[in-house]
């Protein structure tokens, strides 16, 4: 089999922002992640996930231990190290993996299949419930973490062991009359074969993606038929309805996000691929109606999605509760993935605002400064005493924790951040297209042409960005720069001339086209200026209040600077908001402070009601990044405040 060494990132990052977040990665979250997996954290919830591994390699005696999907931590941890020896060699991480990938060839099966529960717990029921327990959704994370380890490394052993699973795969499912007709309950897998298939060439992969995509919520239901051979006969629980798995009606068909967010995003990165691949028009045009559902009805302000706990899922249009959100981290992190499969789709800043949103409030808010504790669940406003008495809030915590009996957000960001040079550009031909703004220094070829590309900005505190171009030879190619949605008044210019872009905009980046030399030079300077963002009147939960942002970043109110009942705080429309950077605050973070009013609390005795006395105090409210909350003290925590005309 061909395969192509391709996809490698060679990005170098510089910047302030994430390279800290990059540093604490390599040097934090991935060995704790390590410890975790191997069950050396006191005081927090086993993994046993190497333990598995070494359980079926014949190497321990045991029993399994963990959830179905336990294998997809380790998965996504050799993911996150593979993305991070890209930014920076380390020989001691990639011999830990290496010796996790022979565990991994010594737990396979002659015939290529890899499952740790299925071998262990269940070996004679294998493939006989795909609608819960997560089996190719596991094959699918062994897979991406695979193609990322050989991108890095160039070693094949991994990459093999996966090929030779797919291939297993490949032999049980698809439309022959001696196969499976089935498809994930879980999607995961569909993305990964995509990125397979990338590396290797093999249009097999790309079409069993494709199979599992076409066959979802065909009649006779699937899940049905292999439910009536297990004989199970008590209704699904979600409803009695496969809208869960996106599995209720077939895709194209889907212009409403339903069900699981963190399935649903990944089934439609899947069928952004797909489309990107195949010209796929149909699946195009679904992609487009899911992603307008999603962004414009169902998507909070910091890009967090699945509003309710039950189901971890969508709700309905405009259901937006605030300290009832479910908001997975590995949902925003989902919807990253999206949002860049998209823009091989089309290039619109519709997208990459998204992508950016996502990368800097709903995905990085769910670990901590330091790497150590993580959220599962993003919300955007926490009331310590009912997360703790009431039960419909027992999923909001006030706190991060260490780690989580389902452990699958803490590797997912590892992987996201330690990734975060694959999101900068999109390249078609001789067009570089920068999607977000980040020191780093790096290498493009265009046409055969060597460009250094060295970009400068203290981004997103400030948004001023030099780029500096450099052919190894004067080449006419195209850079376009995106115009973010929130910035007015951009300024462009090259080597020092501004560039009248009006005329040179589509859908939201300036086109640039010229003949480039060495140490050419562009300059975008964004107006960084606070915004009061409204809801949709239909947000019933918002009506009345405003959210404060700062470019991409999105803020809130904590109880450490702002006192306790956070809710009796308003915010005058005429209050005058100032912007500074304070950097020994939470590792260096613009803030925004003002005058606002609170209403009194005292006089009221032992009256729980009483006639209307309008008795307010004026307070200085200070608001923090959202991504940066409790970091420092516990406590009560809002995004919307309201607001006072």
């Not at 005058?576 to 605050?585: C, Y």
Request: aromatic residues 10%.
């Amino acid at each position: 089999m061909k395969i192509e060494q391709k996809g490698k990132s060679n990005v170098k990052i510089t910047d302030s922002f994430w390279k800290k977040r990059l540093e604490v990665i390599r040097d934090h979250v991935i060995p704790y992640q390590w410890e975790a997996l191997n069950d050396r954290i006191p005081d927090t919830a086993p993994s046993h996930a190497i333990e598995n591994f070494r359980l079926v390699a014949g190497e321990v005696e045991g029993e399994f231990f963990g959830m179905v999907f336990q294998d997809s931590d380790v998965a996504k941890w050799i993911e996150a190290v593979a993305f991070s020896l890209e930014n920076e060699p380390n020989e001691e991480l990639e011999q830990i993996v290496d010796e996790v990938v022979a565990l991994l060839g010594r737990a396979q099966d002659e015939n290529g299949y890899l499952n740790t529960y299925y071998q262990v717990k269940e070996p004679k029921n294998r493939w006989t419930n795909l609608r819960d327990n997560h089996e190719l959704y596991c094959a699918g994370h062994l897979i991406e973490a695979a193609v990322a380890y050989y991108q890095a490394t160039g070693k094949r052993e991994f990459l093999d062991i996966v090929c030779l699973y797919a291939d297993h795969i490949a032999s049980v499912f698809g439309p022959e009359e001696d196969k499976l007709k089935g498809y994930p309950g879980h999607q995961e897998i569909e993305l990964a074969l995509v990125k397979l298939y990338d590396v290797t060439a093999n249009e097999n992969y790309l079409n069993l993606s494709k199979y599992f995509i076409d066959e979802r919520g065909k009649q006779p239901h699937y899940f049905d038929l292999e439910k009536n051979e297990r004989n199970e006969t008590k209704p699904f629980w979600f409803n009695d309805d496969y809208a869960y798995h996106q599995a209720h009606k077939p895709v194209r068909e889907q212009k409403e996000a339903v069900g699981h967010a963190v399935r649903a995003v990944y089934m439609y990165t899947a069928m952004a691929d797909l489309a990107s691949k195949t010209n796929d028009e149909s699946l195009k045009k679904a992609c487009e109606a899911l992603w307008d559902n999603v962004t414009q009805k169902q998507m909070y302000i910091t890009a967090g999605i699945g509003s309710m706990v039950f189901g971890e899922a969508f709700s309905f249009d405009y259901d937006l509760p605030n300290d009832l959100s479910y908001t997975e981290t590995c949902a925003s992190i989902g919807l990253v993935f999206w949002a860049n499969r998209m823009l091989n789709l089309e290039i619109n800043r519709k997208y990459a605002d998204v992508l950016e949103t996502a990368l800097y409030n709903g995905t990085i808010s769910g670990m901590d400064l330091d790497g150590k504790k993580f959220f599962y669940v993003n919300p955007l406003e926490v009331q310590p005493d009912a997360s703790e008495k009431r039960n419909d809030k027992k999923h909001i915590k006030p706190v991060r924790q260490k780690w989580f009996g389902c452990a699958c957000c803490p590797p997912n960001i590892a992987r996201l951040v330690a990734s975060i040079g694959h999101y900068i550009y999109t390249q078609k031909e001789n067009e570089l297209f920068v999607h977000l703004y980040m020191g780093h220094e790096t290498q493009i070829d265009i046409a055969g042409n060597q460009i250094g590309i060295v970009q400068k900005t203290n981004y997103p505190w400030d948004g001023i960005i030099s780029i500096n171009v450099s052919p190894k030879s004067d080449q006419q190619f195209t850079i376009s720069l995106r115009i973010p949605g929130w910035s007015k008044g951009a300024v462009v210019k090259v080597n020092g001339e501004i560039v009248d872009h009006e005329p040179l905009m589509k859908n939201g980046y300036v086109y640039i086209n010229r003949i480039w030399s060495e140490n050419d030079q562009v300059e975008l300077a964004l107006q960084m200026v606070i915004e009061r963002i409204q809801a949709n009147p239909l947000v019933r939960n918002n009506n009345g209040k405003v959210a404060l942002q700062r470019g991409p970043i999105v803020y809130c109110l904590e109880e450490v600077d702002n006192g306790k009942n956070l809710p009796s705080i308003f915010l005058p429309r005429d209050a005058e908001l100032k912007a500074k950077f304070e950097e020994d605050l939470l590792e260096g973070i613009v803030i925004i402070s003002g005058q606002a009013e609170r209403i009194e609390e005292a006089g009221w005795e032992d009256k729980l009601y009483r006639p209307v006395e309008d008795h307010t105090r004026k307070v200085e409210i200070r608001a923090v990044p959202y991504y940066a909350w409790c970091n420092r003290q516990p406590g009560e925590m809002i995004v919307w405040v309201n607001e006072k005309r």
